[in-house]
């Protein structure tokens, strides 16, 4: 027989050196936490318009307030199809302070009527810019107002729908 005699050295454990490791989480963790902080996600939060049955009242749907937005104006409807004010835009944009001041107009008299109304569709033409829509739901949905000294968004109509402006005739 053989006698195989199988040394075996003496086995030491290893050391783990994360050191290296240590210094990459040093600058990571920051670093992603300053990412997390300078980036802000807005959120509009839009209502579709709904599927009109046969069942529901005239007099229901033609309380709408509309924003028109076409290429060198602005429309604003109430009731649905009836011009309040046409506001011609400045250079090539819509004139939103203009808008806005109508809009508190608006919201004055329904108020002083107990109409409480925070519902509005913005109509805007095929190729109205991105830009355009936004700054629009913008002014419809609060402005700027002095209150106790201090400056504080003022809620206008927040209930924001959009659609397609309808068709100009000659």
Do not use: C, W
Not at 40 to 45: N, P, Q
């Amino acid at each position: 027989m053989l006698n195989i005699n199988i040394r075996r050295r003496g086995h030491e454990e290893a050391e783990l050196d994360i050191t290296s490791f240590m210094s990459l989480m040093t600058i990571l963790v920051p670093v992603l936490l300053l990412n997390m902080v300078f980036s802000h996600i807005s959120v509009l939060k839009l209502n579709l318009p709904g599927i009109s049955d046969g069942n529901s009242s005239s007099v229901e749907e033609n309380r709408q307030l509309e924003l028109v937005l076409r290429t060198q104006y602005v429309d604003i409807n109430y009731p649905a199809g009836q011009r309040v004010k046409r506001i011609p835009h400045e250079e090539t944009s819509p004139d939103f302070a203009t808008i806005s001041v109508v809009l508190q107009q608006i919201k004055r008299q329904l108020r002083e009527k107990s109409i409480d109304k925070d519902d509005l569709v913005i109509l805007s033409e095929k190729g109205t810019p991105y830009k355009t829509l936004v700054a629009a739901m913008d002014t419809a949905r609060s402005y700027r107002a002095v209150v106790a000294a201090s400056v504080v968004d003022a809620e206008l109509f927040p209930q924001i729908s959009l659609g397609d402006a309808p068709e100009q005739t000659k």
